[in-house]
């Protein structure tokens, strides 16, 4: 029975980092779950810079079925979480649930992985103190808020507090890398996946 990564994410969430999520575990023979505040159709959305912005916009993007209702959730059931970017990350980090969630997952010793502005989650859940973290840019300010220090790397691994944190979707393939490393670790396998060319 493949081993089942938990999603987190709900309306607002980064398009591309939940469906490259969901395809980059299945292809490593994991089984995606995505929670979100209720479980229905997503509304994903894109994040971009456009000529004459000083900041980025936001754009509609795929519907995306969330397999789960947060509330439904058990921690044991799942090898490593996942706190996926974008909008969604704002309102979720008030869902006391998921935060009670999130330390579990911190309690029993498994990885909790964080892009973008997943991290604020993490942060809610009062895990960000001592750590060594990234997260996008603009966010670093509540890194340092929290206690945490912020680390200027696509991706960081701070293997004390079992996190695995990135940038954005741009930081994916040393995201990925290290994500499969700490999972491999898990099982005794150090050896790192072969990036693709191309990719």
């Known amino acids: 029975m493949p081993r089942k990564i938990l999603i987190i994410t709900d309306d607002a969430g980064e398009s591309f980092e939940i469906l490259y999520a969901q395809h980059r575990f299945r292809e490593a023979g994991y089984q995606p779950v995505i929670a979100a505040s209720q479980k229905k159709r997503l509304h994903g959305v894109i994040h971009d810079f456009e000529p004459g912005w000083t900041t980025y916009i936001e754009k509609p993007g795929y519907l995306i079925q969330a397999d789960v209702a947060i509330a ?8 490593a979480i996942l706190l996926i970017g974008g909008r969604a990350p704002e309102c979720l ?13 911190h309690r029993r010793g498994k ?13 809610a859940a009062g895990l960000g103190k001592g750590r060594r973290v990234t997260c996008y840019c603009n966010v670093r300010f509540e890194v340092a808020q929290c206690g ?7 991706s960081v691994v701070d293997r004390a ?25 898990n099982q005794g396998k150090l050896r790192r996946p072969t990036r693709r060319l191309g990719v």
């Open 148 to 154: 945490g220090t912020w680390i200027d790397k696509q």
């Open 93 to 105: 980090r008030h869902n006391d649930k998921l935060i009670r969630i999130v330390q579990d997952f």
């Open 72 to 79: 439904q959730v058990k921690p044991s059931q799942y090898e």
């Open 161 to 185: 507090g079992r996190m695995v944190t990135s940038q954005t979707w741009e930081s994916h393939a040393d995201f990925y890398q290290d994500i499969f490393m700490a999972l491999g670790a």
């Open 111 to 123: 990885w909790i992985f964080s892009i973008c502005h997943g991290i604020q989650i993490l942060l």
